[in-house]
């Protein structure tokens, strides 16, 4: 690291805001898939300090890689080469919640889960909600998008943003900061940030609306014998408001996992051949009997939490999936939308009679999303494969009309097929948006364009 | 056989609890059963599987919502319920010795061989009113059971003490406390649940079968101490420093 450019950094952030040890964690991604070789992480705390960084790497065609909780799943918040990290977790002030509103201002930095718990003292909470809550920062949702349980009920991330303060490449401080709930006075250029993944810019500051916390949830968790069956229920029980959650999941890797929880009573004796889902309902004062006999119409094998501990356990069984697999070996994970009731037919064209590796589908049903996990037990045989199911896959999901990517983003791993999925003409839109904030090309490179 | 299972109604232990001077705020909380009591209900459920008793009845003291507990100890194999109802705080006012002559007296209306209940509710930890019931019905008693076995009219339980493990036998009728590592409660399954609403549910005001005397009275309700952050310490010249000027152990 070029001893002018760490003094220049030290007089805008101070020493004790720079890291150039241990910097694994900053250069590894959460999957162990993707690692840089950054020399030097910054941990500004104030927007000024993001401004100042950025203006002197633009002027000094430094590349920079923003990073919040480094959770994301596509590689897209750890450097390819020495890019400089900018961490965004010691931007971590909440401002303020307004009761009449239901808006809260925040800085980038703050842990989802220190959201809601700020929150709780409203009795209000953050309008999306994803497993990686305890790391996961605000900024890196709005940045990506963030998908999540509760789509099904509460729709897009991108919805409930409201303002947002963004530095520019060039250093510039756009403020975009809006507490209305209505605002419709120009292009909503705040839109193009959130989900861009760190490409245009740095989001310093938003205004969220919050949701009130409901009075009532239940959890249930059912046993089907077939994936239609699980479409089946799905059509019935979407026309509730009170969905809150659906989430489907293979026996085949629930009854691998039962080996986690000897001693803890399990919903079902899980099957390799049946299909589960998780159904969560919420409301001000929810209806359990007339959800159950909707339920009812398709299976007997329900069962319904009493407790929030079962809660919680019920959606650990759901939740580590995405772990699980990952102590089984190498995982190739997708992450796509096609119609639901498309999801086996996908699976089953990659694996024909579902031979192969081992491999699971599972996931936002309710939403049309399914995530799709591979594990290889050697890496050389993850890479030897991954173009070719990749190709096949993103194929199959284009030809339907559908999305390669949902909501995990596109990152390094899926930079390649974007041009499959948007075509030419919007792609080059795109980098046209990109170049006009980013004519150096310094803001996480090489990475979704 | 006839069992009784009586089961409590407590602020749920996955949540957060919120302390008010006059004690736990309860005020829109969730509720949920006891998890010793359920574990007592499991228990007397798998009794049944085995068929070494013939009907489990469960019962709990309190307002209106203890309905639910019951409800749920229904969907989990119980065939009738009792609620004794009271608008009085059950995690204060309902105490020990009351619920034990309330319970004795109706172990003496209806005529069962065995009571069972967890070890103790996890709101005020008394771990008292199944040995009081017992004291009162003069019956043998095995509390902080682990294993429980049943064969012609006589009991043989395992129970953990601080030692180890005790096993107990004695001739039936008898009370038994449940405790952690009797069995895992299963989840309640949604038909069961709906079933559990057509199942005989007795109401009985409390007034009618007792009193509650209050004789225990809670004067203060505080919040532990909020934990301070441990450190590294480098050597142990630091730590013994610290050992005497901050803990004060020496």
Known sequence: MNSKIKLAFEKIVGTSNIITNDLNPFNTDWMNKYVGSSQIVLTPQTTVQVSQILKFCNENLLKVVPQSGNTGLVGGSVPINDEIIISLKKMNKIQEFDLNSAILTSESGVILDNLNNYLLQYKYQMPWDLGARGSCLLGGNISTNAGGLNVVKHGLLRNYILGLEVVLPNGKILNLLNKNRKDNTGTDLKQLFIGSEGTLGIITKANVLCIPIPNEKKVFFLELKSFQDVIKVLQKVKRNEQLLAFEFMEGRILYKNMHRHNGNQLPFQFQEDRYYVLIEISGQSINVDSFSMDMMEFTQEIIMNQSEKEAQFLWKLREEIAESMGKMGYVLKYDVSIPPDKFEWLVNQIYPKREGPFHVYYGHVGDGNVHINIVFEQLEDLHKEEDKIEQKLFGLVKSEGGSISAEHGIGQHKRKYMELQKGKDVLECMNEIKRLFDPNGIMNPNKLL | MKVLVAVKRVVDSGIKVRVKPDGIDLQGVKMTINPFCEIAVEEAVRLKEKKLIAEIVAITIGPKQGAESLRHALALGADKAIHVTTDARIDQAVQPLDIANILAKIVERDNYNLVLMGKQSIDDDFNQTGQMLAGLLDWPQATFASNIQISDGIAQVIREID??????????????????????????????????????????????????????????????????GGAIVENVDVLLQKLRNEAKLF
């Open chain 2, 163 to 228: 030692g180890g493990l005790q096993t107990v036998k004695f001739k039936l009728p008898g009370v038994i406390t449940c405790d952690l590592r009797l069995n895992q409660p299963r989840f309640a399954s949604v038909p069961n649940i709906m079933k559990a609403k057509s199942k005989p549910l007795e109401t009985i005001p409390l007034e009618k079968l007792g009193k509650l005397h209050n004789s225990i009275q809670i004067t203060k309700t505080e919040a532990p101490a909020i934990r301070k």
